[in-house]
């Protein structure tokens, strides 16, 4: 079989990076938002770490700068409709809570809310700010987290039961068993 050259290699990634997030930020307004999120992956248990990478012209961007805060929320395949529009409409110009129905619900420890309609949730605190190449790669310090009773096993978040969206190159899959 030969190989093909890519220029874009990073079309290539099948790993963490491919799962969809939905990332609530709100600035010194008070007014919250949504960006929706592939760019993102857990870094360390202990402490508790994640990153996401932001586009500096996202509007989200400058809000996660203004307070220093996020949450990390998945959504399930089901919401697929709703993360396409947060990630492809910008709250500069919409209310994403309003023109999806989503409902936002207080958090317990960060200023932006959790997405009611999402499985689970990780309030961030950021701890640490990079410039990568045409990305912010923003480290949040996970200061509470939060699910959905039914798609958990104890502990352990059931994907099965979960269904979190994978998307590559904006194609979106969910999971099944083998
Ligand atoms: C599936 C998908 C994944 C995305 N991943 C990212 C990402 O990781 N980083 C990023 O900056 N933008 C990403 N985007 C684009 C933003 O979500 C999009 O530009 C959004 O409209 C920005 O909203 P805002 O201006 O309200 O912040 C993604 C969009 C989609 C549909």
Same mark, same amino acid.
């Given at each position: !079989?030969?190989?093909?050259?890519? $220029?874009?290699?990073? $079309?290539? +990634? ?8 939905? #990332? ?14 592939? !760019?993102?992956?857990?870094? =360390? ?18 809000? %996660? ?12 395949? =089901?919401?697929?409709? +709703? ?6 409409? =910008?709250? $500069?110009?919409? @209310?994403?809570? #309003? ?32 410039? /990568?190449? @045409? ?5 949040? @310090? ?10 958990? *096993?104890? @502990? ?10 994978? +998307?590559? *190159?904006? %194609?979106?899959? =969910?999971? /099944? #068993?083998?």
């Amino acid at each position: !079989m030969a190989k093909i050259e890519l $220029r874009e290699g990073l $079309r290539l +990634q099948p790993g963490p990076a491919s799962v969809v997030v939905m #990332a609530t930020c709100q600035g010194e307004d008070g007014k919250p938002n949504i960006i929706t999120l592939g !760019m993102y992956m857990p870094l =360390s248990f202990r402490p508790p770490l994640v990153c996401i990478g932001v586009a500096p012209q996202r509007y989200s961007h400058r809000l %996660i700068d203004e307070t220093g805060e996020f949450v990390i929320n998945t959504p399930p395949i =089901s919401l697929e409709e +709703q993360m396409h529009y947060c990630g492809t409409e =910008s709250g $500069r110009r919409v @209310d994403k809570f #309003a023109e999806t129905g989503l409902t936002p619900i207080p958090s317990l420890k960060v200023g932006p809310p959790r997405i009611k309609e999402c499985f689970s949730h990780l309030e961030c605190k950021v701890v640490q700010k990079h410039t /990568c190449g @045409d990305h912010t790669l923003y480290v949040g @310090d996970v200061v509470a987290t939060s699910a959905d009773e039914d798609v958990m *096993n104890g @502990d352990v978040l059931d994907i099965l039961k979960a269904q979190p969206i994978v +998307q590559k *190159n904006h %194609i979106y899959y =969910s999971v /099944c #068993a083998k």
